[in-house]
Structures are given as C-alpha cells and as structure tokens.
C-alpha cells in the first residue's frame, strides 16, 4: 500500500502538479501573448495596406507617364485636334492639354531643366484661373532652381510593379555625412598650408611674386557644370559660383597690373602682395595647426560627431502617431520618421532619371509631383500637381475591402501629417487618433501619412486573455481534481481489496474451524457406538442424533459455501414454482426446534393462518429461514429466547426472527449483509460462523423479489425480517 502510493505521488501527481502551476502561470501572462500575437498580425496587415496605397499611387504616376507619352507622339505626328504642333507648342499648353486628356483633377506644368516655366506661364494664370497664380507663387522659384527645398522622392516604379525600399534615419546618413565631410576638411586644410608655407618661403626668398594663378602652382576657376540640356534662362550655379569665387580668391589678378608700365607702382604693388601673402598663410597655419590638433585628439573627434548624430536626431520629423508597442517599449520618447527627406533644388531631382513621383510641404500643405522626362526632349519637364484630396479613390482602393462583420474588431483608417483620419473603414468611429494599436507610415509619395489600426471594443483583448487565463487555469483545476479524485478512488480500491483479502482469510480460518469441529463430533460419537462402548439405549439414540445434526450442520455450511460461489459467478439457478410458503416454514421450524430446546433456548411461533401462496424455489426459500435461525441461534449467548412470527400485510409475507442475542454495532446494520463479514469475530468471541448465512439469505430473497432487513429489538436483540411478494393469481385471507 505504502509502496504504491509513494510510485503514485512521484510518478504522477508531483509531475501533474508541476505540470499545473507552470499552466496557471502561463495563464497569467496571456494577455501579453495575445497582444504579441495581434500586433505582429495587424502590423503585417498596415504595412500591406501602405504598401497598397503606394502600389496604387505608382500605378497612377505610370498612366500620367503613358499618357504624356501619347501626347508627344501625337504632337510629334502633328496629328492633335488643331493640326500639328511640336513638343516645345505642347509643353507651352500643357496645362490645358492635361485638363482635357486626363480624367484626374491635376494642374499639368512644364518646366526646362534649366529652370524656365513653360506652363502655366504668369500670363496665363492671370488671365484664366487663380488655382494657377497660386501654384507659381508657391512653386514658381522651387521649379526656377533659385530656392533649395525638403523634397521627398519615391522611387521610381515600373508598370503595375512596385519596388520595396528600405528607408534609414536620417540621423545615420547626417552622421555619416558628417564624418567624412570632417575628414575630408582636414585633409584639405593640411594640403592648403603645406601649399602657402612653399609659397612663403619662395616669396622671402625670391622677394616676388609670380603675376599668373599658373606659376604659383595654382589652378584656374573651374566653370560651372553644364547641364544635361542647357537653356539661357537657367541661373548660374550659387554653389558652383561661390566654390569659383573662393577658389578664385587665393590667386592674384596680375594681369592688370602687367600692363602698367610703371616700375615703381609695379613694386610696390608686389611688396603688398608679399605681405598679403605671408598675413594669409600665417593665419591658414595657425588654422591649420588648430585643425591638425582636433585631428590628433579622439576625444574630440567624437564629441563632434555625437553632437553632429544629436543634431541629426533633434532635426528629424517625428511621426505624427505613437503606436501602442512603441509607447510601451519607449514610453519616454517618440517615434522619428523613417521617410527619406533630401533638401534639393528641382533641376537635381529630376536629372537623377526620366520619372518619378515628387512630395513636397508647401504653407503646411501636401502637394505631390507626377513628373517625366521624354528621353527625345530630355531638356523638358512635363508634370502634375495633386493634392491628398485628389488621390482619395487610390487609397481606399489601398485600403481593400471593409470587413463585412456587423460589428467589426478593428478600425482601419488612413491619417494625414495631422493625425487627422482621412477614411475609415468602419463610418462613425471615433478615438484617440494619435496612439493607434499599430501604424505604418505610407511612404514618400504621401509622406507623414499613415496607415493605423485601431480596436474598435478596447476591452476585447483583456476579455479574450481573461477567457483563455480562466479556461487554462479551470482545465488545470480540473485536471489536478481528476488525478486527486482517481487517487481517492485507487486508494479506496486498495483498502477495500485489502480489506477483502483479509476477510478471505479469515473466511478459510473461519470455515476450517466450522468444518473441523463437526466432524470432530460425528468421528467421536461414531467411534463410541462403533467400539460398543455405549450400552444404554438413551444414549445411543442421543448420540445418533447430534451425529445427524453436526452433519446437517457440516452440509448446510458446505452449501453455503457452494451457493456463495454459484451466486458470485451467477451460476446460480432455481426451480421456481407456485407453492404454499406455510408447510416450508412449519418443517424448518419443527426441526429446529427441537435442537434450539436441547440447547436451552425458549421458542414460539407466532403464525398467521395460512396459506402462504408465492411464487419461488423451495429449497432456496427454505435455506432463507435456516440461516436467519442459525445466526439467532450463535449471537445469543446468555439470554436464550428465539420468537418466529409469520404474518400477510399489503400483499407480502413477512417472516420475523427475533432473539436476545448480541445486536448488531451501530454503524454496521448494512455491513453485516456484506461477504466475509461478521460483527463479532469468530475467533476472538468463540462464535462460530463463516460469514455468507446473512450475504446469501438476502441474495436469495432479493432474487425473488423480496428483502431482508434488520432492526434492534426493543430491551436487547434483534430482529431479521425476510418479506415476500404473494402471488396475485391465489386467493388468500387478509390478517
């Protein structure tokens, strides 16, 4: 027993225990589960959307590319409604060319490379439309090359094709950027004074000066870079310009002064640029040993590059929203834009290709730039204007379909620079616009903009993780309830097949002692009367007789013992039959009787008037009755007093044995039905028994349809009353 408890608990309930709290604990943390498992899933779902809307923005780009194209073609084959016209005459009209050839509401422009706006000339905006006066205020010195400005430019996409980019902060370009433009600063410091110092020392030495920027190892002003088509109109390069200028400056303009014929001005005008000359390359050394002492130190060569990456950081434009993940992963700052922004002029950006898409803030308004330019007149520019509003079909068509529950999970929604939701997938839906549960930025071609999913029942996740963390912790409940209910049922089996093999031992005590002392008296009687030791003729029929009944006694124990096996194996069969229960129970009686009288005890029977009609095998019946009186007969003792009463009460037959005997413990009164069972153990009490008289007298009786019960007798005893059904096919008197 011991044994198998202990395998039990280590085998299996110390392991499912384990197995139990681990589960609670992960219940414990489902919410955080689920919130993982739904952001990585909303996240995949914006970032399509972005890249939908992206998608569909590029393939737009691409039909205003396909149909300018037309447009030349036609213009080229002087085929367009007003005769032939070439590609200069469309480009001056182009503007009104694309009002009437695309659906779209754009504002067509045409512009040179060089800068000159072709379309919509000054002239024209005044004389037909406001919206064009306004777009050359806005954009006309961006468009003409005088200004730089924050651009930001999509890729170029191929027909019905869209090109993933990976974007990096603008922090780590600056940086970068930074590093070599410090490097590259000094070495152009060391090469520009090593320069001076062997001019300075060729002019102490020589005391002169050479009169061309060529003999003092100098090169000329590099001109300015032509474009890919220059035009008249186009401005010089101010960078270009400014870089010619200061490298202009550390040359001398001798040339004038070669022509003057006279020697003296001619001297003093060296002597001046002597000293000129040593005043400049004193101050470049001074600089440049300044400069060599940065170079040397690391330490500060990294603070100024940390300074310039915090700079980089602080000027990068934050993101208009703060997703959920990234407020709990930085609660303390906000998410930087990984948009590539690039401060340009507009003849840089379109010499990089032959189309793009262009986005640029202007007054705090999105204005986004369809531009190309034909590979046969390169030095022209044909693009569209659009605002947001313009290319709302596109972004819903980005969106995809609304979801078609009546009450949907989530809100999609595309937000402006502003946060402000621009469309929505469920009508009506309102929240705090800035923290969506996820978001995307869209991309260069609607910078600022994003793609945002918001729940629409904020309480649902909590609800999901509760379900889940109850569910795990009730199977777990469950579980750890069934193991400890299936070791209750497994011990309660042990003890009861103990207490069973015990009762089995005892049995074959009991039933070796019940066996051996019959035939203990038969085997001495019989002996006696063999060896004619007994000679009076009392005595030899006294001695016949208990040899008759220790044999009775020896066959009704073995048939109990035989009946018990038959019943356990449901073997057991009976001879039913209509019968008289009365002469049944008269012959039992009688012939207990008299044995009961040689015992000492006083017997009455108490019978109602017969007959006793029931239905059921004799003999079976008949052992009911013996075995109710032989138990009577061993529990009493010292008062010996056996009654037998017979009575017919609401169509049953009730026979009653009652005694003075022992009683029955409290507690056990169904017990002692049981197999093997004795209240009163055989051997400590010196009552005979085996232990089946009571178990098969109520098998028999319940097997005909009638019980057995048991109630203490009022001043010490009991009482075993055995009940039959009569048999309603027989008249019989009522009593």
Not at 44 to 71: C, G, H, P, W, Y
Not at 517 to 540: H, Y
Not at 663 to 685: C, M, N, T, W
Request: hydrophobic residues 40%.
């Amino acid at each position: 027993m011991k044994k198998t408890a202990a395998i039990f608990l280590l085998a299996i309930f110390l392991p499912a225990l384990v197995l139990g709290v681990l589960a609670v604990r992960t219940a414990g943390q489902q919410r955080i589960l689920l919130e993982q498992q739904e952001t990585e899933l909303r996240q995949k779902e914006v970032d399509l959307v972005a890249q939908q809307i992206t998608l569909a923005i590029s393939r737009e780009q691409q039909s205003f590319v396909d149909l300018t194209n037309r447009m030349l073609a036609e213009s080229a084959k002087g085929t367009m409604q007003q005769g032939g016209t070439s590609a200069d005459v469309l480009a001056r009209d182009f503007t009104e060319e694309l009002r009437k050839n695309w659906k779209r509401p754009a504002l067509g422009f045409a512009v040179t490379t060089g800068g000159a706006i072709l379309s919509p000339s000054s002239m024209q905006s005044k004389q037909r439309d406001a919206e064009s006066a306004r777009f050359l205020r806005d954009n006309s010195a961006f468009l003409g090359n005088e200004i730089t400005a924050q651009v930001y430019q999509a890729q170029n996409f191929a027909a019905n094709e869209l090109v993933d980019s990976s974007s990096r902060y603008q922090a780590e370009d600056r940086k970068k950027q930074y590093s070599s433009d410090s490097l590259a600063a000094l070495d152009k410091v060391q090469t520009t004074a090593a320069k001076v110092t062997q001019d300075l020392q060729r002019a102490l030495n020589k005391n002169s000066i050479s009169s061309t920027p060529e003999q003092n190892g100098e090169s000329p002003a590099t001109a300015q870079q032509p474009a890919l088509a220059p035009a008249p109109q186009a401005p010089p390069d101010s960078t270009t310009a400014t870089a010619a200028q200061s490298q202009g400056g550390a040359s001398f303009k001798s040339d004038t002064a070669a022509n003057k014929p006279e020697e003296e001005s001619k001297s003093r005008r060296e002597n001046q640029a002597a000293a000129s000359l040593m005043s400049e390359a004193a101050g470049k050394l001074e600089v440049n040993d300044k400069n060599q002492s940065l170079a040397a130190n690391q330490n500060g060569a990294d603070a100024m590059l940390k300074q310039a990456d915090q700079s980089a950081v602080f000027n990068s434009r934050l993101r208009s929203v703060m997703p959920q993940k990234l407020k709990a992963a930085e609660p303390m700052s906000n998410p930087v834009s990984q948009l590539n922004v690039a401060t340009s002029r507009f003849a840089q950006i379109v010499r990089q290709d032959y189309q793009g898409i262009l986005a640029r803030y202007v007054q705090d308004e999105l204005e986004i730039f369809f531009w190309m330019r034909p590979a046969s007149h390169p030095d022209l520019v044909f693009a569209a204007r659009l605002k947001p509003e313009d290319l709302k079909d596109l972004i819903r068509t980005g969106m995809g379909e609304p979801e078609s529950s009546k009450q949907p999970a989530f809100c999609l929604a595309i937000l402006d620079d502003h946060a402000r939701p621009i469309l929505q997938s469920v009508p009506g839906f309102k929240t705090r616009w800035k923290s969506p549960f996820v978001a995307a930025e869209v991309g260069e071609v609607l910078p600022h903009w994003e793609a945002a999913i918001y729940p629409v029942d904020a309480q649902r996740l909590s609800r999901s993780a509760t379900l889940v963390s109850r569910s795990l912790m009730a199977l777990s409940a469950f579980s750890l309830g069934a193991i400890a209910f299936g070791a209750y049922l497994i011990w309660a089996d042990t003890r009861r097949q103990l207490a069973l093999a015990q009762k089995k031992t005892d049995f074959v005590s009991n039933v070796s002692h019940e066996l051996k002392t019959p035939l203990t008296s038969i085997r001495m009687f019989a002996e006696l009367l063999q060896q004619g030791r007994v000679l009076d003729s009392e005595k030899t029929a006294h001695y016949l007789q208990i040899i008759t009944l220790e044999a009775e006694r020896l066959s009704r124990l073995i048939n109990n013992v035989l009946d018990f096996a038959r019943m356990d194996r449901n073997q057991k069969r009976y001879s039913r039959k209509s019968l008289d229960l009365y002469p049944v129970i008269q012959r039992v009686w009688e012939s207990h009787e008299l044995h009961l009288q040689n015992l000492g005890f006083n017997t009455v029977w108490h019978a109602a008037p017969p007959p006793y009609p029931v239905y059921g095998d004799e003999d079976a019946l008949a052992q009911v009755l013996v075995n109710l009186l032989s138990n009577a007969e061993k529990y009493s003792p010292e008062r010996k007093e056996i009654e037998l009463h017979t009575s017919i009460s609401n169509e049953r037959l009730e026979a009653s044995v009652l005694d003075r005997g022992l009683g029955v413990p409290k507690g056990e009164e169904q017990k002692i039905f049981e197999h093997f069972y004795r209240a009163h153990d055989s051997l400590s009490s010196g009552i005979q028994g085996s232990g089946l008289g009571l178990t098969l007298a109520k098998r028999i009786a319940e097997d005909h349809g009638g019980t057995i019960t048991y109630q203490a007798r009022n001043g010490g005893g009991s009482i075993f009353t055995f009940a039959l059904p009569l048999e309603k096919s027989q008249e019989h008197p009522l009593v």
